[in-house]
């Protein structure tokens, strides 16, 4: 089956690529350029998001409503939705959309960026670099969970903002390279004080997509939780991709820290404890040297066990973590549909579950096959009642399990990036910008303990 046109086809890129051009050689204020969108105009949307994004320039991307909000989102490269606030219009859902890009955006600024897009992050450490203070703001109000006003301007720390027009609006166009307008209707009088510094570009939306304009506004309370249950599964499935992604890095790294550096750890932690042994045999009545022995002893037991725990580790794990971004974005579509969270009942949580299992195995060796295999399933598996309208109260609990997944997924990503392996694997990524191999200088430190200490106990044999 081929694959679904994407950003990065070569008709969207080039066509991407020209009508930038074109806004650059526009002058800032005047009246904007028009164009028809073509059929789809999803794939071209992202697009002009991720050519801005190559060549460091902001964009507001506003439309008449929330209908192109989800596909657009899915659209975007792995790499760049990070970069891109996709916003819905309606409060709630909003809050945690914003909540759940800052802490996506937070967990990629620690981690090292996809290849072919080093540029392009090092431009955002620049930007929140200089947006600090609103940068730090952002993080207080995420972390508060409360329901008031998130900070002023907090779409600037985004490059690519896109939304509808009701919500953007209010958040201020301002202070964007460039507009692109999704809309029919004549422009709103609330724009103009935001068109004086920017380059437009009006996109006519195709017929097809105006028939079905306001069709997400419909006046039925199930249909609107509906639709903010599929928001924040986007967002938490965003989230698990994150949360899984770093977890099989820090299990890459531990792989390699322990074929490089852990072994001689345990080489030298074992004859440091012979070496305290020693010298407690010879000072029999040395209460220190008796401690000291015992420290050691309990250290190099410590380093066996942990030794023999990764070489089981590794048994079961002999599949390197490079998962391709096809199976990124194959778990990212697992997690959106088949989240327990979104579960209807006990049982059809334990079936979830189990598949998400399943799901996150695959992720790890990178099989594709069976993550569509995982998706075969649940589609097969889906009762015929669940395409009967869901009471209102169930799709109420299942927003809350999902914005408690959502703050528990925040939790382990910060805790993984507090821990002290996390900042190991930080340095070496620093040392290989630097053309240097951090394990390998830490093994050869190690290597010279361990022939110290060899010497000593040689010394001590002789004596």
Known sequence: MPSPPNASSPPYAEQAATWLRRLAAHAAGGMPLEANAPEDPVPLLAALAETALRQGKSMWIVMADDQLLPELSNALDLAARPLCLVLPSTDFTARITLRASLSLLKSRLNRAPDPGWQEVWDAQLRRISDKNALWQA???????ERADAWPAEIAGLFPVRIAPTVRALPMGL???DLLVMLQNEPLPGEMEPFLANTRMLVLNPPPVREAFRGAIAIADKELQLRGQVEAVSRDIAELELELATARGEIAEFSRRYHEVVGRRMTELDALQAELALRMAARAPDDPQAKVEA?????RAEQSRQEERRYREAAEEAAVRFTPSADVKKLFRQVAQKIHPDRARDEADRAWRT??????NRAYRSGDAATLQEVLGLWREGQPAEALLRTDDSLLLQQLEKLRARFAEIQ???DALYASRLYELFQAELLAQKQQRDLLAELAAQVDAQIAAAEEKLERLSAS
Do not use: D
């Open 411 to 413: 939790r382990e990503l």
């Open 294 to 298: 015992e420290e050691a002893q309990a």
């Open 174 to 176: 301002g202070g964007a």
């Open 354 to 359: 189990k598949l998400m299992a399943e799901a």
């Open 138 to 144: 952002a993080l207080t109000w995420s972390a508060a």
